[in-house]
């Protein structure tokens, strides 16, 4: 075959392919990637916690109070986002420390230490389903960082410069402290919950002691931990059953903040408590270690209880807000000895860190409204008198009216009764997406966003006279932002009147339209007749190509 017939044979099919798939492209458009969401973190801040220690006047703690400033449209329940401190600090968080809303008291952002090692630890927040009812939550919350380590604040006060990293964005700070302490020896503690003046409040002195293997030759290691007889410990009562002892291969670090991993050993096996001992007069939890590890970290975590007002949390510093406040310095007992109580063995007696209330903060909502305006109407209109023969145009439009976009808005009408009396002349016309008959309901779903409307439009051919046809049209979001929305349904009836018998141009059963296959009653966009034009035009090119090279073919002489 020469060259030419076959390169014209060629540029026949790839203009025919070339006709199906730009008809396909135009109908069908091409979906977007969706973009990632970045973190809702907009601004860290740091401040120096000035407490007022009774056992040392206007001195500041190696601790800050780190405040995160965030900003979410449109979040999902469960969605999370993360802060990680410097190296060489630790988070302290109350336990269920929440973010809640500013009004109603709504839990929207639960707060928690997600991760907790040298390169600092990840400080997460989770959205609530009560936040995912919003358009959007504004608000921050406080927690407090104890620089430990290399990075102990320094005891003549100075400056700390810190960095803090949330879904990529740095955040630096450079916050000035006075005199600063190193509270953390062996004994500390930390509140579980706060005291009112009738219900009890719930803390925990823990004590950590290095494993000795020599001091099993004096019949095991021991390790306490206590509190002195001021207040509010003076009342305390010792939770027995919540007495835990753990063991860590490395110092699992400062035990003024709850102390949490390592291998929690058995009482009994392991080793063995006394809550009712005392050390120096001091009420006291002793645990006796049968076996203990040479080099080993031993922390031994003490519950009380205790009832009255808690008067004693100092707020002098008004930088930070009045929700994480709440920490009270007192003094606390921790020993480590044989378990022959020899006095010549040291006790340490160390400030003892405790929080009250919830650390954590408040936040602003825009509530969902979701709401859907539906408008529809009929030519003729409702009520009118048709025969058959005439066409109904049904026109419907749907309009998100709300504040919160609309990802499964909906728009039905019931045809059951049309169809037994018409058929419908030519396809669903749709603005934004497809609508298509579902058996005997239209049906569009898709999404629109706040002030978007889709309109949807369709004609009928009436056939068979003496009958009603009643197209009931309804919308709803049962899915939407902040509760379901619904739109006020609509109906339209039209009284189809017999034909008369001597018209002679009425349709017949025989010769009326037919009803379109299923698939045929879909329609993507606007208007897709240009698309099927285009198609249908480059689709006949190729068929005039190919006959023309038939005829050439036939027509000229074969050359040998």
């Known amino acids: ?126 959205f609530t389903a009560a936040a995912a009812d919003a358009v959007s939550v504004t608000g921050s919350f406080t927690f407090f960082l104890q620089v430990v380590g290399s990075g102990i604040l320094d005891a003549a006060g100075g400056v700390y410069s810190a960095e803090f990293e949330s879904g990529g964005q740095v955040f630096r700070s450079d916050v000035a402290y006075g005199t600063a302490l190193d509270l953390f020896q062996r004994a500390g503690g930390h509140w579980t919950s706060g005291a009112t003046a009738t219900s009890p409040a719930r803390f925990v002195v823990q004590a950590k002691a290095i494993g000795d293997a020599s001091a099993a030759d004096f019949g095991g290691q021991w390790v306490a931990a206590g509190t002195e007889e001021t207040a509010p410990f003076g009342g305390s009562v010792a939770d027995c059953s919540s007495t835990t002892l753990r063991v860590f291969d490395v110092d699992p670090g400062p035990v003024n903040v709850p102390v949490e ?66 920490v009270a310095l007192y003094s606390a007992v921790g020993a480590v000895s044989d378990a022959s109580r020899d006095p010549s063995h040291p006790t340490q007696k160390s400030t003892l860190l ?45 309009t998100n009216t709300g504040n919160v976009p609309l990802t499964d808005a909906t728009l039905t009408a019931d045809l059951a009764s049309l ?53 009931d ?35 017949t059963d025989s010769d009326g339209p037919t009803d379109p296959p299923r698939g045929a009653l879909a329609q993507t966009g606007a208007d897709s007749s240009g698309a099927a034009a285009l198609g249908g035009m480059l689709l006949l090119a190729g068929v005039v190509i190919s006959t023309v090279a038939g005829l050439r073919r036939r027509t000229t002489p074969s050359r040998s």
């Open 261 to 326: 991993g390592g291998t929690p050993l058995t009482e009994g096996i392991d080793f063995t408590v006394n809550c009712d001992d005392t050390l120096d007069g001091q009420p006291i939890v002793s645990a006796t270690i049968a076996a203990p590890r040479q080099g080993a970290f031993y922390v031994l975590s003490s519950a009380r209880n205790t009832t009255g007002e808690g008067t004693w949390f100092p707020v002098d510093n008004l930088d930070i807000p009045e929700v994480a406040r709440q």
């Open 354 to 398: 405790l929080y009250a209330g919830r650390t954590a903060g408040t936040a602003t909502t825009v509530a969902a409204v979701p709401r859907l305006a539906l408008e529809a109407s009929a030519v003729p209109g409702a009520g009118a008198e048709v025969r058959p023969g005439d066409r109904i145009r049904y026109q419907m439009t749907l």
């Open 1 to 126: 075959m020469p060259v030419e017939r076959r390169s014209r044979r060629r540029f026949a099919a790839v203009l025919s392919l070339a006709a199906v798939l730009g008809a396909a492209l135009v109908g069908g458009g091409i979906a977007p990637a969706s973009a990632a969401s970045s973190s809702p973190v907009t601004a860290v801040s740091v401040a120096p916690y000035e407490a007022a220690n009774p056992l040392v006047p206007s001195a500041a703690l190696p601790f800050l109070a780190v405040t995160v400033v965030f900003d979410r449209e449109l979040a999902s329940a469960g969605e999370i986002f993360d802060v990680r401190t410097p190296a060489g600090t630790r988070a302290v968080l109350s336990t269920a420390a929440t973010v809640t809303d500013a009004e109603g008291g709504t839990p929207l952002v639960e707060v928690t230490v997600a991760d907790s090692g040298a390169a600092g630890d990840l400080v997460r927040g989770t």
């Open 473 to 507: 049209v309804t919308a709803e979001s049962p899915g939407a932002r902040g509760g379901a929305a619904a739109a006020e349904p609509q109906s339209f009836e039209h009284e189809v009147l017999a034909a008369v018998p001597t018209d002679p141009g009425l349709p």
């Open 419 to 471: 169809l037994r009396s018409a058929g419908i002349d030519g396809a669903f016309q749709a603005s934004v997406g497809q609508a298509r008959l579902d058996g005997t309901v239209m049906r569009w779903v898709g999404t629109l966003a706040p002030g978007e409307s889709v309109t949807v439009s369709f004609t009928a051919l009436v056939r068979v006279g003496g009958s009603v046809i009643d197209v």
